[in-house]
């Protein structure tokens, strides 16, 4: 813990604004590159939150249950249907089954089997979609939530990747520069030092 701290301690130090001699011009682009970067990503909170809330909100609407909505009906298991004879698609694991409607329409159909909550041989449960067609269950609010929180945490991971990469390489150009810089205070340095010495 204490590395830690004294590390942030040092950066702190590093990038601070002051009126240092030794401080070159490429050190105090160097220090505002950080604070830029640091504002970024803290600008990108507003984002995160946002698409959380995109996600979440989309999440209660698929949760609904009811009229209008998913609905789960009792279905009548038919036969079980061999691997890709529906219609040559390969589905495996699927029954054909007949359900009835909340409104009292019969249907009937291929069914996934990990769509069918069986109840024994020949009777299950399934959800339908509101045009009646076999859907996947509603997601759980755990689901949601989770969901939501991967997206606002991928919004601040995707800013705090390119803030970090804009910051590194735009540091990387500033240390050749310094480099070249520093070459050539030694050039001139050496001449004078070579001139006195004469």
């Known amino acids: ?6 590390w942030v301690v040092s950066r702190l130090r590093r990038y601070r604004p ?11 682009v160097e220090a505002a590159l950080a604070a830029a970067a640091v504002a970024a990503v803290l600008l990108a909170v507003w984002p995160a939150a946002l ?8 999440g209660l609407a698929a949760e609904r249950v ?5 609905q789960l009906v009792e279905a ?3 036969q079980e249907v061999s691997v890709g004879s529906a219609g040559g698609r390969g589905m495996l694991g699927a029954s054909l089954a007949r ?10 159909g291929v069914v996934p089997a990990a769509l069918l909550l069986r109840n024994g041989q020949a009777n299950a449960r399934l959800w339908v979609d509101a045009a009646g067609s076999p859907a996947a269950p509603p997601p759980r609010r755990a689901e949601t939530v989770t969901r939501a929180g991967l997206a606002a945490f991928g919004v601040m991971a995707a800013a705090a990747a390119l803030a970090g990469a804009c910051f590194v390489l735009t540091r990387h150009g500033l240390d050749r520069r310094r480099y070249r810089e520093w070459d050539a205070a030694w050039a001139a340095a050496d001449q004078r030092w070579r001139r006195h010495h004469i």
Request: net charge positive; hydrophobic share 30%.
């Open 1 to 6: 813990m204490r590395s830690i701290a004294r």
């Open 18 to 28: 002051d009126r240092n001699p030794l401080r070159r011009r490429t050190d105090r």
């Open 51 to 58: 698409a959380a809330r995109t996600v979440y909100d989309g």
């Open 66 to 70: 009811g009229p209008g909505a998913r």
């Open 76 to 78: 009548t298991l038919i």
């Open 99 to 108: 359900w009835t409607l909340p409104g009292g329409e019969v249907r009937e």
